[in-house]
């Protein structure tokens, strides 16, 4: 079965420092997508990116940048110069390939603060 | 382009009551997928509706009931509340078309079980 793992709970950055949040994941597929979601206050989640188990090359769009690494099971995000507006709780999921339909089974998340 | 939305915003119902949540998927979308996320947590899945037919289904009991209707709109009804069903209830969809799309949210709706 699968499962992610966030086991930070809580980061309390200023404004302008990097943060980088963990996220490991357990899945028997070898096919899989890894997503990461941001939850602002208001409660709607918020898509930010997705990463194919397939494809390993890390990327950078604008602020984000993520590191996923298969021999670790690990798929970190980081936000590079961090702005209060960053402020919000921020989801890993994992999607599997063999199961009809695309199920999230999402960690616990970590709340990040941004203080000015 | 208008992004999933779900009625109502917030709920409040006593314990024993049924409820029904409504969810309107983004436009050209055809798959929705229900969450339940208590406070503090990561959203649970619940199940998934793809061509008005339950896809897939998390591990919720039979209260939790769904419907998909021919304009891929969805609802969830949950029948005999408990405290413990007090959450916001996130809606999701996506195109079902190859394996696995993008689930986009509504802004979801909060339910009070007194």
């Known amino acids: 079965a699968q499962k992610v793992t966030q086991a930070q709970t809580e980061i309390s950055v200023v404004e302008k420092e990097d943060v980088t949040l963990d996220c490991v994941y357990e899945?028997?597929?070898?096919?899989?997508?890894l997503f990461w979601y941001k939850q602002p206050p208001s409660g709607e989640l918020v898509f930010l990116i997705r990463?194919?188990?397939?494809?390993?090359q890390n990327e950078i769009s604008g602020r984000y940048s993520w590191n996923f690494q298969k021999s670790t099971s690990s798929f970190n995000f980081t936000i590079t110069a961090s702005q209060v507006v960053d402020s919000a709780v921020y989801f890993c999921?994992?999607?599997?390939?063999?199961?009809?339909?695309?199920?999230?089974?999402f960690g616990g998340g970590t709340r990040v603060l941004v203080k000015p | 382009d208008a992004g999933v939305t779900q009625s109502p915003t917030h709920l409040i119902k006593t314990r024993g009551q049924q409820v029904t949540l409504r969810c309107s998927p983004k436009?050209?979308?055809?798959?929705v997928s229900w969450y339940q996320q208590a406070l503090g947590q990561g959203p649970q899945f619940i199940f998934q509706?793809?061509?008005?037919?339950?896809?897939q289904r998390g591990n919720f009991p039979d209260r939790f009931s769904g419907h998909q209707f021919p304009n891929y709109s969805s609802e969830l009804n949950v029948n005999a509340l408990l405290l413990g069903d007090s959450a916001l209830y996130l809606c999701?969809?996506?195109?079902?078309?190859?394996?696995?799309?993008?689930?986009?949210f509504g802004p979801g709706t909060r339910l009070t079980v007194l």
């Open positions: 436009s050209g979308h055809d798959t």
């Open positions: 509706y793809y061509e008005e037919e339950e896809r």
């Open positions: 999921a994992l999607s599997e390939a063999a199961a009809a339909g695309n199920k999230l089974t």
């Open positions: 999701a969809s996506s195109l079902s078309e190859g394996a696995l799309d993008t689930q986009y």
């Open positions: 899945t028997r597929d070898t096919t899989y997508y």
């Open positions: 990463r194919n188990s397939f494809d390993e």
